[in-house]
């Protein structure tokens, strides 16, 4: 009699806390087949996943538009909000002061941050909150037609022949300027560069704001198209080679000293930029503005860590805000009585 030895399945891969990818996973994708948006929401399924984040301890928000369904595909047992169009950072400045112990990565379009939400993206990154904001850029408006956005460069072309003549906002230079203090631009097809970036990204206590090229395969994805696949391919310039080594994980570091610049995060990582073939700062604001600029006017796409600065305080900071979280206080703690309402009357009496 013969028997027949079942060989038991292999163990489940998990991360460091124990969960499988798939616990990281959203919805299926109801985008175009080859949205760059696609790409971006499964980078950032590996980043949370690699780098170890409970998804609970997540609030993922968002506004109107192709890029605002994004996070219904990543993250689904996290916490999660769709605002009003261009409303997304006040709504994620208030869920933050509510809690400041949870995570906050916002997901936003070219239309919803550079149009309609430029008051409010303006003021997100002064107040350099603790958010991740990725702002999936193809340059058109996907959702009426493929007009172009506030961030098509100039003498970029539409499938219908028209030429874009008016200058791009770069939302990069702008968030550098206003205060933000991690800024990096990438392009969806690059998965090496911007997992690296998405990682530091999250590791990063302050306003991390992510300027991601996503082509739009229906309204941009043509010659005379700026944001394109192949356009990207052609003229994108990276400033250095990122590597990310978690907290965590008790790597060594074997880079030249003089080849590589080492910034350590608040929580301890480290984001390692390789030099390829400038002595770029990646903290000197100046001279980040300045490439951005100078690649600029040479046609080319400056993608990699922009700039960083891990010395000022973030928003709760800078407010002295209780180490509680106020949407757990009691209310005899957060609701003034009556003789503090009179107290304050009397002053104006």
């Known amino acids: 009699m013969s028997t027949t030895v079942v060989s038991p399945a292999?163990?489940?891969k998990t991360n460091r806390i124990g969960l499988e990818v798939v616990t990281y996973r959203g919805g299926k994708t109801t985008l175009c087949a080859g949205c760059g948006h696609n790409a971006i929401s499964e980078r950032i399924v590996e980043a949370f996943w690699e780098m170890g984040i409970t998804p609970s301890q997540v609030i993922k928000l968002s506004g109107i538009g192709c890029s605002s369904k994004a996070p219904a595909y990543f993250l689904g047992t996290s916490h999660g909000f769709n605002a009003v169009h261009g409303r997304m950072p006040s709504v994620a400045t208030g869920a933050m002061l509510a809690n400041q112990h949870l995570m906050a990565i916002g997901v936003s379009g070219d239309g919803d941050t550079a149009s309609i939400g430029i008051g409010q993206?303006?003021?997100l990154m002064r107040r350099n909150l603790p958010i991740v904001y990725i702002i999936e850029d193809n340059g058109v408006y996907g959702l009426t037609k493929g007009q172009f956005s506030a961030t098509a460069d100039f003498g970029s072309k539409l499938k219908s022949g028209v030429v874009n003549e008016l200058p791009a906002i770069d939302t990069c230079a702008l968030a550098i300027q206003l205060g933000a203090t991690f800024v990096a631009r990438s392009f969806s097809g690059d998965k090496r560069q911007l997992s690296a970036i998405l990682k530091a990204a999250i590791a990063h206590r302050g306003t991390a704001m992510l300027d991601v090229i996503s082509p739009c395969v229906t309204f941009n994805d043509?010659?005379?198209?700026?944001?394109?696949?192949?356009?990207?391919?052609?003229?994108?310039?990276?400033?250095?080679q990122i590597d990310f080594v978690p907290f965590f994980e008790n790597i060594e570091v074997d880079y030249d000293p003089g080849e590589t610049q080492n910034v350590r995060m608040h929580d301890g990582s480290q984001l390692l930029l390789r030099k390829i073939d400038s002595d770029y700062n990646a903290t000197d604001k100046l001279s980040a503005l300045k490439a951005i600029e100078t690649h600029k006017n040479k046609g080319e796409v400056l993608t990699g860590v922009l700039y960083?600065?891990?010395?000022?305080?973030?928003?709760i900071k800078l407010l002295n805000m209780t180490e509680d979280t106020l949407a757990?206080?009691?209310?005899?703690?957060?609701?003034?009585?009556?003789?503090?309402?009179?107290?304050?009357?009397?002053e104006f009496r």
């Open 10 to 12: 292999p163990p489940k």
């Open 121 to 123: 993206f303006v003021h």
């Open 222 to 240: 043509h010659a005379g198209s700026t944001k394109s696949y192949s356009y990207m391919k052609d003229h994108e310039e990276p400033l250095h």
């Open 308 to 315: 960083v600065n891990t010395n000022d305080k973030d928003f």
């Open 328 to 346: 757990t206080l009691p209310s005899d703690l957060t609701r003034p009585g009556p003789e503090a309402l009179e107290t304050i009357m009397e």
